[in-house]
């Protein structure tokens, strides 16, 4: 095994609970609620488009914030680092397509195949290795084709609920063009409290269906394994996983001076996959966003308790996710919708640029495009298809960029 061993884990309560002021309260508070905003908005939208109950949705949250709660907590106490673990969006939007054809029986022994794979590349030490062989532009162009919709949603949310969809747009603009007070104000949360206040403005916020405060009591899924199910999500899940998720938050981590353990982060990654998928959860990640907002100020040894603090958050609205489950679902849907777009607006500009500014563009075109028009094959969905066809592509008409990559580690 080559997992990196913490220093040694000793929690110093003095000096953690030290960091439990100032810049480190308020970028947890931040990073938390960009978590719980968008990201869940995204859960939403897939979920519905996959047809699953109210109950499996609050399952979905409780393995999503419980589990990874406590994962994060025990790595930001044990590394003394801001290693926090949500859940792959990319994945979410997978099993949103997936659901309208498999079983979510079958989607859950897809996350247990998954989890465990990535608990056996964490546990090797393969990952940089099998990471480093996929070409970035066409993994990215298949999430591109992925994330499209969610991007056409924001445009049709601004057509058919201008009144809630309009204001959080132009809000999120401003605090993006303004550097200065987006730093004070997040254009992501920005965006939530504006449109919270168009919803209460226009009487739109459906409280039927509100329960009084109630306890989370997740539904334990059994798997069912497909071979149709393995060959669409689990390479995809664990290429979302490892290239578009955790790749982002080791560079951010590592670019505020912090070294995070590479393979203990894919082995939790792992471990973490096969317990939440008891609760229909999609698989674990080491969140980019999250870390890069409690890493961007203050004492970089103090990072950690902003971590340990989202964790406490985290832990808390998982218990309690039914409640917040219902209270999303009463929103409209546009602001859902807005809110989805907007927060992955940046990922589908980075996805475009990855894909089509440099090598393998005519390979990524393809898969672009295999994506898009999302056509089965023998029960497999696009995505897997899209790379694959890809892959062929590039390799029969782009062979000398495939010798560049190769090049390029062997350096």
Not at 142 to 156: E, K, P, R, Y
Not at 306 to 329: E, H, K
Not at 330 to 359: D, H, M, N, Q, W
Request: proline share 5%.
């Amino acid at each position: 095994m080559s997992l990196e061993r913490p220093a040694a884990f000793a929690v110093d309560l003095r000096h953690l609970l030290g960091s439990f002021r100032g810049v480190y309260v308020v970028n947890a508070i931040v990073g938390f609620i960009f978590a719980a905003s968008a990201p869940v908005a995204i859960i939403l939208t897939a979920s519905a488009r996959g047809g699953l109950s109210q109950s499996d949705v609050e399952s979905w949250l409780f393995g999503c914030f419980v589990v990874n709660g406590v994962i994060s907590m025990i790595f930001c106490l044990a590394y003394r680092q801001p290693l926090v673990f949500f859940w792959t969006i990319p994945g979410t939007i997978l099993v949103g397509q997936a659901l309208d054809h498999l079983s979510l029986a079958e989607v859950v022994g897809a996350y247990f195949a998954t989890g465990a794979l990535m608990f056996v590349l964490g546990l090797s030490g393969w990952v940089r290795t099998c990471m480093s062989r996929l070409p970035m532009p066409i993994v990215m162009a298949m999430v591109a084709g992925v994330f499209l919709q969610f991007g056409l949603d924001l445009v049709f949310a601004i057509r058919d609920g201008v009144m809630i969809a309009a204001p959080m747009t132009v809000a999120f603009v401003a605090l993006s063009a303004w550097a200065r007070i987006g730093r004070l104000m997040p254009p992501l949360i920005g965006a939530l409290i504006v449109g919270v206040a168009a919803i209460a403005l226009s009487g739109t916020f459906d409280p039927q269906g509100l329960a009084a405060l109630t306890v989370a009591r997740p539904n334990l899924h059994m798997p069912a394994f497909s071979w149709a199910a393995m060959a669409e999500l689990v390479l995809p899940l664990a290429i979302t996983v490892l290239a578009a998720q955790n790749a982002q938050g080791f560079v951010i981590l590592e670019a505020a001076g912090h070294k995070p353990p590479v393979n203990a982060v894919t082995a939790a990654c792992g471990l973490g996959s096969l317990i939440a998928a008891l609760f229909g959860t999609v698989s674990t990640c080491l969140t980019g966003p999250v870390n890069a907002i409690i890493s961007s100020a203050g004492d970089r040894d103090r990072h950690y308790a902003a971590g340990v603090m989202v964790s406490l958050l985290a832990l808390l609205f998982g218990l309690f996710a039914p409640v917040f489950t219902r209270v999303m679902l009463a929103t409209p849907k546009v602001f859902i919708a807005t809110l989805a777009g907007l927060a992955l607006l940046r990922v589908l500009e980075r996805a475009f640029v990855v894909s089509f500014s440099g090598a393998f563009t005519l390979g990524a075109t393809v898969t672009f495009l295999v994506t898009v028009a999302n056509v089965r094959i023998f029960s497999i969905g696009a995505p897997f298809w899209a790379v694959i066809v890809g892959l062929a592509v590039s390799w029969a008409l782009e062979r000398k960029d495939f010798d560049k990559l190769a090049a390029g580690q062997g350096r």
